[in-house]
């Protein structure tokens, strides 16, 4: 699949770290380090902007490593990027941890998924089908 990208950063385009990757990284575009403190976030510029074909969209989400290692992660995680988007790719990044972190110009701060997806009409009705696990929910099945 080709998308139309322009990058107005300094940084090469994003790309799958190996080649069975779902995610491509994405950097940080910054004139200036940004600090986040402990439970600080910021919308943070990558200088890519992308257009999507029609029925797909890209899902920001966090890098593991930094999550794990930092504890910092994409707020709203996945961040959706429709496709009549055209604007800057910013991602909002925060600081779970209680020590600042520093983010860099050209860190790897996220990782791009461009998935398809459905439109939906709904059908209104008075009644769903049964299933076996009907409306249980948030644990119903207990422990194992």
């Not at 403190?37 to 919308?43: A, F, G, Q, V």
């Not at 890209?58 to 496709?83: F, H, M, W, Y």
């Not at 209104?124 to 948030?138: A, H, I, N, Q």
Request: aromatic share 6%.
């Amino acid at each position: 699949m080709q998308i139309r990208i322009i990058n107005r950063s300094r940084h090469k385009l994003p790309e799958f770290a190996t080649s069975l990757s779902a995610g491509m990284d994405i950097r940080a575009n910054l004139d200036s380090p940004i600090v986040l403190h402990p439970m600080e976030r910021s919308l943070v510029p990558t200088g890519l902007y992308i257009s999507l074909p029609a029925g797909f969209e890209a899902q920001i989400r966090p890098r593991s490593g930094l999550a794990l290692k930092k504890g910092i992660t994409v707020l709203n995680a996945p961040g959706t990027i429709d496709a009549d988007y055209r604007g800057e790719i910013g991602v909002i990044l925060i600081n779970l941890s209680n020590e600042d972190f520093t983010i860099d110009d050209g860190e790897r701060i996220a990782q791009m998924i461009v998935t398809r997806h459905e439109r939906v009409e709904w059908e209104p009705v008075e009644f769903l089908d049964d299933t076996e696990r009907g409306s249980g929910g948030f644990g119903h099945s207990g422990k194992n």
